[in-house]
């Protein structure tokens, strides 16, 4: 039966009458409110989810999280869902073989494969790739054996130094983890070769990768967790006292690791800041489970188990991420200043732009953002006089929530400072600290009982460290190069328009938007690489829409006239002036976006299978990894698909139009928008393409 599991996710969970606790806290102790708590019908040995949708075996049964029994099998001794939600895997294990068995996750006992103990090998773990393509196998041979999702059938396998009884994959897909009780072995997916070995003294008890995955935490038996810089693969930082150390696992933003130090206990461990520590207690014993899900409204929840229970408490108390804050809106401000201006002469662009006028910009905007996150913090702090420095006329001012700043106060005004009351501060700027620590970079401070003012002006400390540091900070060479080949863009993208309006094909209320981007990033191999982006996106004016783009249930390109005006300027653009990044044997990403508005369905719509049947395909959704299914036989039913097919015209038409793309290693990822709007302005495609190391 089709859906027979349908899952409980956490917002509906969240829905559920909410148990408010009392329980009087230690200083150190996280507060919780709103915590949800689901039975659980068995002990489980082992969890797997897909975002809020929770999973977990127990000896023989595999359940979800309403404790309807999905499959049973011999003894279950792993359990992994298909990051794209469309299947699991896990591993059978009976006497001396095991069998890996996958199945379709919400239809019943649906068989889609199995990899079995032979002659050749015993599997001994697995685990999916991030983009759910692939189930990784390791095999008693000393093979990863590498099988395609869409039928269970290897693809490919590579040796590794001995065998795994534990596979990870990194989400970034850039590293695969084999561990065994002696070592960790790291695997450049890349190249599909160990590219550093870890050893171990004691038993592993986990292992986790940061979301952005520059982080990789190793937690051991003897109760230490060690940190690792996944671009050099070095420690950075080491701690103890991890007490039982049975689980580890990052917060989303990647400011905090969670570990289970005791039967009852989650540390919160700030990596910004080794005094920053928070401990949660369980109300029941048996948690050896940790994870992090997300609500519909971006509210994070920590996951974590108990003998008998699922437990989701909201994990507002901790403090975000702000360094990571700070740099994403800086880097979106900086893309901004970086543009051409409306009416600005190319001479008067360059004469702008330079590394000196770069570098004030990014200052005076990351103090701006700093201090618009601040907020009014000094309104909350508490102030005191603190040391005066005869020698030097500097007098500390106190903060209990900030670092102290210092004022330059003569000796014979220095008894005008006796109350902090009569203090005022005007227009002050912050910044953040290593620690990610608001600090004041910039007050003027005045003496209400004489009027005068005295400046504390810091803007000049090293602020922008962390940011040179980044991943994201590109030299202004390669910025300025790129920016220069995105007005050759816009001269192609010109051309075309012009040439489409002349012959009627689109109208002047059709508007194709250019852009380029250097990113600096790390491969696989460590080395640190430039990346170029180049992406295509249009718009239509809405009463034009009709005429201009895809009419209601259309999707191929062929039935947008804006569309293949955009895809003109694509082909145009990798076969003149950008052919140089269309190398034979580099890496090209395309993200193509298909989107489509919320006209309701009617009737099913006939699809003719121009682009071939896809059943259960990863796409992203709202950027996150889901599957979707649409064939010639069911048609189309839903705008998802319609925004799915409108997304494979395009890769049919670069696969047609630019057959380069067949010379490269060409990764395509689709991503999907429905609107909650109707009309065909939201009726549209997109492309992005990424040359990686190109530069």
């Not at 079995?116 to 093979?143: E, H, N, W």
């Not at 039982?244 to 700030?270: M, S, W």
């Not at 971006?298 to 108990?306: E, G, K, R």
């Not at 002050?428 to 401070?445: A, C, M, R």
Request: hydrophobic share 35%; charged share 25%.
């Amino acid at each position: 039966m089709k859906h027979f599991y349908y899952y409980m996710g956490l917002a509906c969970l969240l829905g559920c009458p909410l148990q408010l606790s009392a329980q009087e806290t230690e200083k150190a102790e996280a507060p919780r409110t709103h915590e949800v708590n689901v039975k659980l019908d068995k002990t489980p040995d082992g969890f797997a989810n897909h975002y809020s949708a929770f999973y977990y075996y127990s000896g023989k049964e595999i359940l979800n999280m309403r404790n309807y029994l999905m499959k049973t099998a011999d003894k279950v001794t792993s359990l992994y869902i298909n990051p794209a939600g469309g299947s699991y895997a896990f591993i059978d294990s009976r006497k001396e073989k095991n069998t890996v068995m996958v199945y379709r996750l919400l239809e019943k006992d649906w068989q889609i494969g199995k990899v079995g103990t032979t002659k050749q090998y015993k599997p001994t773990a697995i685990c999916y790739s991030p983009d759910a393509r692939f189930l990784y196998v390791m095999g008693s041979d000393s093979r990863v054996h590498v099988f395609s999702t869409r039928k269970t059938q290897e693809v490919n396998s590579f040796a590794i130094n001995g065998v795994g009884t534990r596979l990870d994959a990194s989400a970034n897909g850039y590293f695969l983890v084999a561990s065994s009780k002696e070592k960790i072995q790291i695997i450049n997916l890349d190249n599909q070769t160990v590219r550093t070995s870890i050893p171990l003294h004691t038993e592993l008890r986990d292992l986790a990768f940061s979301s952005n995955c520059k982080l990789m935490a190793v937690l051991t038996a003897n109760g230490a967790c060690d940190i690792y810089d996944t671009k050099t693969f070095e420690v950075t930082k080491h701690y103890d006292a991890m007490g039982l150390a049975r689980k580890c696992f990052f917060h989303p933003e990647n400011k905090y690791l969670t570990v289970v130090t005791g039967d009852q206990r989650i540390a919160f461990i700030n990596l910004f800041n080794d005094q920053d520590r928070l401990y949660l207690d369980a109300k029941e014993a048996g948690v050896n489970y940790l994870n992090y899900s997300k609500t519909v409204k971006n509210d994070i929840y920590l996951a974590y188990n108990t003998n008998n229970s699922l437990v989701f408490t909201p994990v507002g108390f901790l403090t975000p991420n702000r360094q990571e804050r700070l740099k994403d809106e800086l880097n979106r401000r900086m893309d901004d200043w970086m543009e051409r201006m409306e009416g600005e002469s190319l001479d008067d662009y360059n004469a702008r732009m330079n590394e000196e006028s770069r570098l004030r910009q990014m200052r005076l905007f990351e103090a701006d953002i700093a201090t618009g996150m601040a907020g009014n913090i000094l309104s909350t702090s508490e102030i005191k006089m603190g040391n005066y420095n005869a020698e030097m006329s500097m007098l500390t001012l106190d903060f209990d929530n900030m670092a102290s700043i210092y004022l330059t106060v003569p000796l014979n005004e220095l008894e005008t400072f006796m109350d902090v009351n009569d203090l005022e501060f005007v227009n002050t700027k912050y910044g953040l600290n290593e620690k990610d620590e608001f600090e004041i970079v910039y007050t003027e401070v005045i003496n209400k009982r004489t009027g005068k003012t005295y400046i504390f002006d810091n803007t000049e400390r090293k602020s922008l460290a962390f940011l040179e540091a980044d991943d994201n900070f590109v030299p202004f060479e390669q910025l300025q190069g790129a920016k220069m080949e995105q007005l050759l863009l816009e001269e192609i993208k010109n051309n075309i328009m012009q040439e489409a309006q002349d012959q009627n094909f689109i109208s002047d209320h059709t508007k194709i938007d250019v852009h380029t981007k250097v990113i600096n990033t790390t491969d696989a191999s460590g080395k640190s690489i430039y990346n170029y982006d180049v992406e295509v996106s249009y718009t239509v004016d809405e009463e034009y829409s009709a005429t201009d783009d895809f009419a209601p249930g259309r999707f191929k390109c062929e039935e947008s006239n804006a569309a293949l005006a955009m895809l003109a300027i694509v082909k145009k653009a990798l076969t003149g002036d950008f052919s140089k990044y269309m190398v034979e044997g580099k890496q090209v990403k395309v993200q193509i976006t298909g989107m489509a508005d919320a006209l309701p369905f009617r009737r099913t719509v006939a699809y003719d299978g121009c682009y071939g049947d896809f059943d259960q395909e990863p796409v992203y959704k709202n950027d996150e990894l889901t599957n979707i299914t649409v064939t010639e036989a069911t048609g189309i039913s839903e705008n998802e698909q319609l925004a799915y097919l409108r997304a494979m015209g395009v890769k049919d038409y670069l696969d047609r139009n630019i057959p380069a793309f067949g010379k490269m290693r060409t990764s395509f990822d689709t991503y999907i928008e429905v609107s909650q709007n109707k009309g065909g302005a939201y009726r549209r495609i997109g492309v992005k393409l990424t040359f990686v190391d190109a530069l």
